[in-house]
């Protein structure tokens, strides 16, 4: 296997798993302490997502993050990670003014944060800005299909290139990407069997996240995965846990009614194989009311 035979991942040993067909697990962090576990759990690559406006700010977009705040999540898990290659978002704003405007923003990003590459959305439009920031050594990642930052054009986060239009236009921006020096594209919400074809087109690696299973590498936001995030389930979203369950408290209920509940539940979880970190929270919720009491 290339990546468990990586001290380091970088660019080129996503390019060999493409190569050998291994696939690419990729998950978001903003922070030291979750991105020290997602880097122990051997992810490869850790994406500190403009989507720290949606999860970690509370915002409805990822419009408003800025360039000081990305920068400051960037730092944060750069410090818990020793293996995992460290993708850093470029807000809405910070690049597509014109590329002078992208290399000042991505060589702040690297020298601020330590960061390994940056990634921005767009395809054609934004090729100058990526052959000037990759001739200055930073490796770009690219991102098409549903792109976050364009939600007001797009008016929803639906599935984007169902019409061959589209589609076409979606495979000649992927070829302008690589042709421009991006190491690798994301393609969110599109076809599987578009994300396929261009999958295929392509000698950079791809990583999907709802655009099926063919694409090289697949990424999550991790607050998605977690289930902390409840108002979020597209059918895309693989939850590994449900973090985000509140305790299921009647009025005038005392911590031994939780406590109770608690146990039943974690009894079944344990059954069912899952709910250990939930029911870890709950303990220690419960604990720190009873402490509080006594
Ligand atoms: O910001 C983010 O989390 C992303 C992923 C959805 C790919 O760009």
Redesign the pocket.
């Known amino acids: 296997m290339v990546s468990s035979r990586a001290r380091k991942v970088t660019t080129q040993t996503l390019q060999k798993m493409k190569q050998s067909g291994e696939k690419i697990a990729m998950l978001?962090a903003y922070d030291y302490s979750l991105a020290r576990l997602v880097d122990s759990a051997g992810i490869d690559v850790i994406?500190v997502?403009?989507?720290a406006s949606n999860v970690m700010a509370g915002n409805e977009t990822?419009v408003p993050i800025t360039l000081d705040h990305m920068i400051y999540h960037a730092q944060c898990v750069v410090n818990g990670v020793d293996r995992a290659l460290v993708v850093v978002?470029m807000p809405f704003g910070s690049y597509q003014g014109d590329s002078k405007t992208a290399l000042d923003s991505a060589i702040r990003i690297m020298k601020e944060s330590g960061g390994h590459a940056v990634?921005l959305e767009g395809g054609a439009e934004v090729c100058e800005s990526v052959k000037r920031i990759v001739e200055a050594g930073i490796p770009v990642m690219g991102?098409l299909g549903l792109t976050p930052q364009s939600i007001y054009k797009f008016g929803t986060y639906s599935v984007r290139a169902k019409e061959d239009a589209e589609a076409a236009r979606l495979i000649e921006d992927a070829k302008a990407l690589e042709a421009a020096g991006c190491f690798s594209v994301?393609f969110?919400k599109i076809p599987s069997e578009l994300a396929k074809q261009a999958s295929e087109a392509l000698t950079i690696p791809t990583i999907g996240?709802g655009a099926g299973s063919d694409c090289d590498g697949q990424?999550l936001?991790l607050h998605d995965m977690l289930g902390i995030t409840k108002d979020f389930s597209p059918r895309f979203l693989r939850r590994y846990a449900d973090l985000g369950e509140p305790p299921r408290q009647r009025s005038g209920s005392t911590w031994r009614t939780s406590a109770a509940w608690t146990s039943r539940t974690r009894k079944r979880g344990i059954e069912q194989g899952r709910a250990a970190p939930l029911t870890t929270f709950m303990d220690a919720r419960i604990r720190m009311r009873k402490d509080c009491h006594e």
């Open positions: 978001t994406l997502g403009d989507s990822t978002d990634k991102h994301v969110e996240i990424v936001v």
